[in-house]
């Protein structure tokens, strides 16, 4: 059985991909679900399809800012379930990656859900209950060509993912990643315009490309996450903490 009804939500970069995948599955599972992101309009037609019961606009990216967000949610309210989602892609060679490249992966990637998971935490403990999974990659637990910032920064992911998971472990609280492949989101569409753009092959080759090494020779679709997501988000998972969940078909 999965049980998430009752519990209080907040999944960033909730509006579309695999956030609104996860917001609608926690959705329709009974959780009150919050949506987390920078587009206002993309949020508002997300809660009025009823996949959210409320939204919020904000830039996981701006540490200031987003302390100031995170501080006012925890304050607001008791939030039982966070989902760090929020994500960006970047395929450069190495040498072509620089510093304001690293940035903005770890930004986003790493810096953005550790300050979620510390403006909520203290409320968790306090409740002696709470639910974190952040959205990591198989790019976190194996090197890709071309993927060195965003690798990079989803490793530390990982790693943040783990520790905090051993540091509350005893509290009620668990932490883990959901670890996807390819998965069939506007992300996975913008990296096969670059494969096309690059190199001059057809878009059904380059998502062949994508594909090559998954055994199921197929896209993960956003669903397929959410189902892992709201597996380790229910009530009765609470022997679950610091893993990484691999949703790849097969390929790690």
């Known amino acids: ?110 810096l953005g859900p550790a300050v979620a998971m510390r403006a909520l935490l203290p409320g968790m403990v306090a409740r002696k209950f709470g639910r974190i999974v952040n959205i990591a990659s198989t790019a976190a637990l194996k090197g890709y060509p071309y993927t060195s910032a965003y690798a990079a920064a989803k490793h530390g992911l990982l790693g943040l993912t783990r520790a905090v998971a051993m540091e509350v472990a005893s509290t009620g609280v668990t932490v883990n990643a959901v670890c996807p492949g390819f998965t069939d989101t506007d992300m996975a569409q913008a990296s096969i315009q670059t494969i096309v753009a690059k190199t001059g092959r057809t878009p059904e080759a380059a998502r062949a490309e994508l594909t090559k090494t998954n055994p199921m020779g197929r896209m993960i679709a956003p669903e397929d996450v959410a189902d892992a997501v709201c597996f380790l988000a229910r009530r009765e998972s609470g022997a679950i903490t610091g893993s990484a969940v691999t949703v790849a078909g097969g390929e790690v």
């Open 1 to 110: 059985m999965t049980d998430v009804k009752g519990l209080n939500a907040l999944v960033t970069g909730g509006g579309r991909g695999i956030g609104a995948a996860i917001a609608a599955a926690l959705t329709r599972q009974g959780a009150r679900v919050i949506i987390l992101g920078r587009t206002e309009t993309v949020l508002k037609a997300a809660t009025a399809r009823g996949d959210a019961a409320t939204y919020i606009v904000a830039d996981v990216t701006d540490a200031h800012s987003f302390e100031g967000t995170m501080a006012g949610i925890a304050a607001a309210e008791a939030i039982d379930i966070l989902v760090n989602n929020a994500g960006t892609a970047l395929s450069a060679p190495f040498l072509k990656t620089g510093t304001a490249d690293f940035q903005r992966m770890l930004d986003v990637h790493l």
